[in-house]
């Protein structure tokens, strides 16, 4: 199966900054889509995607602030957090979607989360 391992979370200021980094291992050869959602309260919310082809998707909340990128060479996304202000404060979430259904019967891959705080 796909394993992701999350890490950079941690604490900061506000107007700080941090990169969170996801290692993918197994074969993600066929993925659809990377990105990280995050989870406060309720339900897990997407912040940031990226697609095969390299197209982005950003929550309207973070646009301008935070930037995915993906390094294919070494199977990661990162995910850059810039002009961090207390309401990013969460465990983020790595994500992995394939676009077929794989041998163990997934589509969908999450990483244990990584918590990121942000002071005033």
């Known amino acids: 199966q796909v394993q992701l391992v999350e890490s950079g979370g941690g604490l900061v200021q506000a107007g700080g900054s941090l990169r969170l980094s996801c290692a993918a291992s197994?074969?993600?050869?066929?993925?659809?889509?990377m990105g990280w959602y995050r989870q406060a309260s309720g339900k897990r919310a997407l912040v940031a995607a990226i697609?095969?082809?390299?197209?982005?998707n950003y929550a309207d909340s973070v646009k301008g602030r935070f930037t995915i990128s993906r390094d294919n060479a070494k199977n990661t996304v990162y995910l850059q957090m810039d002009s961090l202000i207390p309401e990013d404060t969460a465990v983020y979430y790595c994500?992995?979607?394939?676009?077929?259904?794989?041998?163990?019967?997934?589509?969908?891959?999450w990483g244990q989360g990584t918590q990121v705080t942000v002071s005033s």
């Open positions: 994500n992995l979607n394939l676009r077929y259904v794989d041998v163990w019967g997934r589509r969908d891959y």
């Open positions: 197994g074969s993600i050869s066929r993925f659809n889509a």
């Open positions: 697609g095969s082809g390299g197209s982005t």
